[in-house]
């Protein structure tokens, strides 16, 4: 069974960052394609960014250029740089590890407000 563990959200003013952690249990990250997602309030849930085993990584219009997904294999954690982050950042962020199946994080919020 697969852990995921998602830390480092808060409250954030408009321009301002933020770095999401998302550890996982086991030495899986390395193989595994990962994801990060997002839900606003009264909205679906919305995929942000991914970042495959070998390292490709793909991101939503929303957040290119100001996003950054990557991966400490030896830590088994993946992370999110979130810069010059915007009010309609606010939401719950969820990471993902696909592997068999799709393990899904507790989720983490994330509020950006002046």
């Known amino acids: 069974q697969v852990q995921l563990v998602e830390s480092g959200g808060g409250l954030v003013q408009p321009g301002g960052s933020l770095r999401l952690s998302c550890a996982a249990s086991?030495?899986?990250?390395?193989?595994?394609?990962m994801q990060w997602f997002r839900q606003a309030p009264g909205k679906e849930r919305e995929f942000i960014a991914t970042?495959?085993?070998?390292?490709?990584?793909i991101y939503a219009d929303s957040v290119e250029g100001r996003f950054t997904i990557s991966r400490d294999n030896a830590k088994n954690t993946m992370y999110l740089q979130m810069n010059s982050l915007r009010l309609e950042d606010t939401a719950v962020y969820y990471c993902?590890?696909?592997?068999?199946?799709?393990?899904w994080g507790q989720g983490i919020q994330v509020t950006v407000s002046s």
């Open positions: 086991g030495s899986i990250v390395s193989v595994s394609t």
């Open positions: 970042i495959g085993s070998g390292g490709m990584t």
């Open positions: 993902s590890l696909i592997a068999g199946r799709q393990y």
